[in-house]
């Protein structure tokens, strides 16, 4: 019996031919192009999501500087508003220069608020609203 298997063993085995050298190069070379492809669409995702990042982090630091002017408008008079943004402005919160503005348009009514959120030269954000002040003596009842 053990004959008779190692005979049909040896018989498979001897059919089977191995791979040539040029085949393990041409299935080598097949692998890294797709392994390159797929690695350069997730290098792509990884700058797509830090620049994202940054984007992100300065429309929050804008959000936050109009919403201070509108506590501003609520609180303080045009003139004390425009002290305190030029004491603050520019100024760097985690590394993005904030600049801050206000002023009023001949013919409109109400102030223009824009904040400008910028890091090395390059504008991330950009926000405007419109502000209605309070005078010195609505601010006093």
Known sequence: MKCWYRKQMKGMLSGEEAMTLVEVLASILLLSLI????LS???Q???INNQTDTVN???FIAQEQIELLT???ETETVEETLKLIKTESPSTN???QTQSEVFKKSGETLYTGTVTVSKEGKAYAQMETRLSFRTAEDLED
Not at 35 to 38: D, E, S, V
């Open 35 to 38: 392994i390159t492809t797929f």
């Open 41 to 43: 669409f997730f290098i």
């Open 45 to 47: 995702a990884a700058k």
């Open 57 to 59: 982090e300065a429309t």
């Open 71 to 73: 506590y501003y408008s």
């Open 94 to 96: 985690s590394g993005f």
